[in-house]
């Protein structure tokens, strides 16, 4: 039997680190604790929270839980911990935890403890979808460009905060000499 009104066990709002819609994922290894929705940066090839911009991707929630017991509060404090391998959503929309009132539209930045809040600054992760309540979660819409992510990869360096511009010059860039 169907429930005859879909509010009542939801109130509309989605967990953070929920995936919507097309998406990119990589995996990653943890070296620390990382909760669900968070900013994510690289430190030596592994993952860490991210405590401001730009970022890698946002944290990927589990699909099971970490648990010993399934109360409220140990189900809310569930993370990814270190050695554990995540997804880290580079491009597409998640729900992420927000510090602040946020209003749909608006750019979104990194806080120092990985969650999101809304910028006027060049330092924008990605745009929010959706309005929210400070202590709640907003759709969040990612793209690597955001995070000035495009560029070519210096293989040899860590990329932690994302990867630069190349420096020598294209050849479609180079001026032609007769």
């Given at each position: 039997?169907?429930?005859?009104?879909?509010?009542?066990?939801?109130?509309?709002?989605?967990?953070?680190?929920?995936?919507?819609?097309?998406?990119?994922?990589?995996?990653?290894?943890?070296?620390?604790?990382i909760p669900f929705g968070a900013g994510v940066s690289l430190v030596n090839g592994q993952a860490v929270t991210a405590t401001k911009a730009p970022i890698?991707?946002?944290?990927?929630?589990?699909?099971?839980?970490?648990?010993?017991?399934?109360?409220?509060?140990?189900?809310?404090?569930?993370?990814?911990?270190?050695?554990?391998?995540?997804?880290?959503?580079?491009?597409?929309?998640?729900?992420?935890?927000?510090?602040?009132?946020?209003?749909?539209?608006?750019?979104?930045?990194?806080?120092?403890d990985g969650s999101f809040k809304p910028t006027t600054a060049d330092d924008a992760v990605g745009r929010f979808l959706s309005s929210a309540d400070k202590?709640?979660?907003?759709?969040?819409?990612?793209?690597?460009?955001?995070?000035?992510?495009?560029?070519?990869?210096?293989?040899?360096?860590?990329?932690?905060?994302?990867?630069?511009?190349?420096?020598?010059?294209?050849?479609?860039?180079?001026?032609?000499?007769?």
């Amino acid at each position: 039997m169907a429930i005859p009104d879909g509010t009542m066990y939801h109130d509309g709002h989605l967990s953070a680190g929920t995936v919507e819609r097309q998406y990119e994922v990589l995996t990653e290894v943890a070296s620390a604790d990382i909760p669900f929705g968070a900013g994510v940066s690289l430190v030596n090839g592994q993952a860490v929270t991210a405590t401001k911009a730009p970022i890698y991707g946002v944290a990927v929630k589990r699909g099971y839980l970490d648990v010993d017991h399934f109360y409220e509060d140990d189900i809310e404090k569930d993370k990814w911990h270190p050695g554990e391998v995540l997804g880290v959503l580079t491009d597409g929309t998640i729900n992420v935890p927000v510090n602040e009132d946020v209003d749909r539209g608006e750019l979104a930045t990194v806080d120092a403890d990985g969650s999101f809040k809304p910028t006027t600054a060049d330092d924008a992760v990605g745009r929010f979808l959706s309005s929210a309540d400070k202590g709640s979660t907003a759709r969040l819409l990612v793209r690597t460009r955001f995070g000035g992510t495009t560029g070519g990869a210096d293989p040899t360096k860590d990329d932690a905060h994302a990867i630069q511009p190349p420096e020598t010059p294209t050849p479609a860039s180079e001026t032609k000499k007769n």
